[in-house]
């Protein structure tokens, strides 16, 4: 069993490997009602704000951000081809890892 430091470690590659990767041309913008720019850019702000407070606590409204975006990922992927495939798939598994790793922040749920 791997433990914390190995997937923050490996989250964290997934998540530079991401932002160094340019969004795919040549995908449809909206695939099984999924308008990927939009799940983009909402995945991409949980998960920039999950690595900058120390890979341990998200606030509820990003963790229901991210579990609602995986499962519209997951619709969405069997019909998404090549690169960007690859790109979405990555961040498919990025999402995923926070989820199984994060804890939600008791802060935000006393509120």
Same mark, same amino acid.
């Given at each position: 069993?791997? %433990?914390? &430091?190995? !997937?923050?470690?490996?989250? $964290?590659?997934?998540?530079?490997?991401?932002?160094?990767?340019?969004?795919?041309?040549?995908? @449809?913008? =909206?695939?099984? @009602?999924?308008?990927? +720019?939009?799940? !983009? =850019? *909402?995945? $991409? @702000?949980?998960? $920039?704000?999950?690595?900058?407070?120390?890979? =341990? =606590? #998200? !606030? #509820?409204?990003?963790?229901?951000? /991210? *579990?609602?975006?995986?499962?519209?990922? &997951?619709?969405?992927? +069997?019909?998404?081809?090549?690169?960007?495939? &690859?790109?979405?798939?990555?961040?498919?598994?990025?999402?995923?890892?926070? /989820?199984?790793?994060? $804890?939600?922040?008791?802060? &935000?749920? %006393? *509120?």
């Amino acid at each position: 069993m791997k %433990n914390n &430091e190995d !997937d923050a470690m490996s989250l $964290s590659e997934l998540y530079v490997a991401h932002e160094q990767a340019l969004f795919p041309r040549n995908c @449809g913008l =909206t695939i099984k @009602g999924v308008f990927l +720019p939009y799940l !983009d =850019t *909402q995945l $991409s @702000g949980c998960i $920039s704000s999950y690595l900058r407070h120390n890979k =341990t =606590t #998200i !606030d #509820i409204d990003r963790y229901l951000v /991210l *579990q609602k975006s995986k499962a519209e990922l &997951e619709m969405a992927l +069997p019909h998404i081809k090549n690169e960007a495939f &690859e790109y979405f798939s990555r961040l498919h598994q990025i999402a995923y890892l926070i /989820l199984e790793e994060a $804890s939600i922040s008791q802060f &935000e749920l %006393n *509120q």
